[in-house]
């Protein structure tokens, strides 16, 4: 369960300050299907990065599970999130060196899962994004859909609870979006508690619950019917 109490993160420079976030409380049960809407410059982004243990708070609580987040150091904090977080990226990124099969198997790397394990796993996730065929492809060899897909894959690889996704549909044709979204939907239904940051409204009524953040506070949190 993610639960925020009073989170507030202010980016400092040397002339500048900005209160992207103002005070969010904010719950989130195991297995929800979230969206966050809002404006440009909202902090929308910045909520997903303090949720995925990518940045730090500068005020304020997070509980993840066990875990008092807002008590962690950085590397800590790196942690977690390999242990609980999986990103899916609005540009995708993939490693352009390395072949879809490379790029799905990261996290297992990251976990020391063993070879034959690995290519199960992978291959598991590849043919159910279906994409299977399209293993020892380049980035730059498959469409953005397909690359997309491969982000999802390595997203699901990780095996982790929580699916954090940025504008994931923004660079795809309506169609493709349209299938994302369908697989967000059964992925959800496996259990996994996915976060959607989105500015279309297709894509957030496809979830189950809707939060509106406007001047980095929250401004609406309605139930999809
Ligand atoms: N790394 C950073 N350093 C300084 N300011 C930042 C940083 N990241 C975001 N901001 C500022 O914080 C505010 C919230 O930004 P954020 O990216 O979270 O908004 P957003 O709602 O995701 O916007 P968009 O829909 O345009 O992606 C903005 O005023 C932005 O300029």
Redesign the pocket.
Known sequence: MIKIKNLVKV?K?ET?E?R?LDGIDLTIEDGEFVAVM??????????L?VIGCMDTLTEGEYYLDDYEIHKLKLKELHKVRREKISFVFQHFALMSNFSVYENVEVPLLAKNVNKSRRKKIVYEKLKMLGIDNLADKLPTQISGGQQQRAAIARALTSDNDIILA??PTGALDRKTGQDLMNMLTDINALGKTIIV?T?DDKVASATKRIIN?VD?RITGDERNA
């Open positions: 980016y420079g500048y900005t992207a809002g404006p440009s410059g909202s902090g929308k982004s910045t909520l990065n940025d504008e940051v500015h953040i980095g």
